[in-house]
């Protein structure tokens, strides 16, 4: 990260100077460039304060401009989110890493902190507070007002990944004896404080009973009563479902938000696309690194020391190595076959790298169908079925290939390109077999498919492989 550290951060008093100083001397009717980390110091540098500002609000997203404070010092840090409008700020803090966070809330006055708190949403500040040091949240939980602190405490009470613990309380409440006027009108009052106003539900004594999309408010009679376009046939949540649960379900049906409710269907929160959507990258970002065997981690790559990357790698390594020993026992075991023909051993880094791949491919495909909802445990034989077939398919054309190949490069006769065939074949169809059953066996136990893909697949297939090659080998050319 480019944060520099070496400068004091400016005081409220030094920025109402600075501005009071600047000389607004911005061409607009010069065309507009882009937005850069150079242009913005340059302007920053010629005290173009009040152009930045205009910039700044007209022609950058809060999104991207977290990414380019990653790259600025602490006093341009602190003088840029300063020029910030509060919508903006709120936004961009909300974007920001937790280092450049707490940067700017030991920078910033209380007014200023408790200006950004009023205007970020409830779930947004719950992400933020759990990952700040206990002395910043203090600090933070200090620049709320007592409704808000009580509702945070709230929603850090629900378990890690649960739909709960994800969702945001802000949503529009209507009643069933409103009218379309009515509700219209509760919208427009406090619709700007909400998350989305798209889809109002519709609740009695909390219980949710039923859903209206403001397109079917905007589109009807205004003296139609709300339950006569409420739809009662609707989706819904528990806090205490898990988030990638309900993420999935936003995704596969299209919805704009998820309505959340407890165990007595009182209705509590909304899990919102944007928040789905950040849920299952964060789930497949922890898939994709337990497949790598890396544990995964909350922080970007380069926000991660070295030791903490040493950390989350080092557990599989070390148990890859030493499941190693396994195999190398059982090679060990094959000594006097070795003495005979020690050709053979030349043949067993391709036939072990073929079959993790192999069962790579297996259990990648398999997880994906697991995470789109696509296979369930009960697949598990029409799974291992298919895979069969694939695998007497590639184990054919394989063994064909590698067969021309021994003969052509002179390797071995027709006997040892057969012998190689056949535990070709054999591999293939074992990875296939292991790399589709392991990650359904994982998820039916409740433990997460990806633990048991590329890293634990390959130790098995290696041991199976090996233990395949040799026996036949010994057969074939009886050398037991």
């Known amino acids: 990260m480019g944060m520099k550290n070496n400068m004091n951060p400016v005081t409220a008093e030094e920025w109402g100077q600075a501005v009071a100083s600047s000389e607004f001397d911005y061409d607009y009717a010069d065309e507009r460039e882009e937005l850069t980390i150079e242009r913005i110091q340059r302007m920053l540098e010629l005290r173009k304060f009040k152009e930045l500002k205009d910039e700044l609000e007209h022609n950058m997203y809060p999104v991207d401009l977290a990414d380019i404070l990653e790259e600025v010092n602490?006093?341009?840090?602190?003088?840029?989110?300063?020029?910030?409008v509060k919508e903006e700020a709120a936004e961009t803090f909300a974007y920001m890493n937790s280092d450049l966070r707490e940067v700017l809330i030991n920078a910033l006055t209380d007014s200023e902190l408790e200006e950004v708190?009023?205007?970020?949403?409830?779930?947004?500040?719950?992400?933020?507070?759990?990952?700040?040091?206990?002395?910043?949240?203090?600090?933070?939980?200090?620049?709320?007002?007592?409704?808000?602190?009580?509702?945070?405490?709230?929603?850090?009470?629900?378990?890690?990944?649960?739909?709960?613990?994800?969702?945001?309380?802000?949503?529009?409440?209507?009643?069933?004896?409103?009218?379309?006027e009515?509700?219209?009108?509760?919208?427009?009052?406090?619709?700007?404080?909400?998350?989305?106003?798209?889809?109002?539900?519709?609740?009695?004594?909390?219980?949710?009973?039923?859903?209206?999309?403001?397109?079917?408010?905007?589109?009807?009679?205004?003296s139609r009563m709300v339950e006569e376009i409420m739809d009662t046939n609707m989706l819904y949540a528990h806090t205490t479902d898990d988030q990638e649960d309900a993420a999935r379900t936003i995704m596969k049906y299209g919805l704009i938000a998820l309505p959340i409710v407890d165990h007595e269907m009182c209705m509590v929160g909304i899990v919102t696309v944007d928040d789905a959507m950040l849920v299952l990258q964060e789930e497949e970002t922890e898939d994709i690194s337990r497949m790598a065997g890396v544990n995964p981690g909350d922080d970007s790559y380069f926000g991660t020391t070295v030791f903490e990357h040493v950390k989350s790698r080092l557990p599989w390594l070390l148990f890859?190595?030493?499941?190693?020993?396994?195999?190398?026992?059982?090679?060990?075991?094959?000594?006097?076959?070795?003495?005979?023909?020690?050709?053979?051993?030349?043949?067993?880094?391709?036939?072990?790298?073929?079959?993790?791949?192999?069962?790579s491919q297996s259990s990648t495909l398999v997880i994906r169908g697991l995470a789109v909802g696509e296979i369930e445990f009960g697949d598990l034989f029409k799974v291992i079925w298919k895979e069969v077939r694939v695998a007497v398919c590639i184990s054919l054309i394989l063994a064909t290939v590698n067969g021309v190949r021994i003969m052509l490069m002179g390797q071995g006769d027709a006997l040892m390109a057969f012998t190689i065939g056949v535990t070709m074949a054999c591999t293939v169809v074992i990875a296939k077999v292991v790399g589709c059953t392991l990650p359904l066996a994982a998820k039916k136990v409740g433990l997460d498919p990806a633990i048991m893909a590329t890293p634990l697949i390959s130790t098995l297939v290696d041991i199976s492989t090996i233990s395949v090659y040799f026996a036949i080998v010994s057969y074939v050319f009886a050398l037991a």
Do not use: H, W
């Open 320 to 359: 890859l190595m030493l499941s190693a020993t396994v195999t190398q026992m059982i090679m060990n075991s094959y000594e006097a076959a070795l003495a005979l023909m020690p050709q053979i051993a030349g043949f067993v880094p391709m036939l072990t790298g073929t079959g993790g791949n192999c069962g």
């Open 74 to 84: 602490e006093k341009q840090l602190v003088l840029i989110f300063r020029l910030l």
């Open 182 to 222: 009515e509700a219209i009108l509760k919208i427009r009052q406090v619709g700007l404080n909400r998350e989305t106003i798209y889809t109002c539900y519709v609740t009695e004594k909390k219980k949710l009973i039923g859903v209206v999309d403001i397109k079917d408010l905007l589109t009807t009679g205004e």
């Open 117 to 180: 708190m009023e205007e970020m949403y409830l779930d947004d500040t719950v992400d933020v507070l759990e990952e700040m040091p206990a002395n910043v949240v203090d600090r933070l939980l200090m620049a709320t007002d007592e409704e808000k602190r009580v509702q945070i405490n709230l929603l850090l009470q629900y378990p890690e990944d649960s739909a709960g613990s994800v969702m945001n309380v802000d949503y529009i409440a209507l009643s069933r004896d409103m009218t379309v």
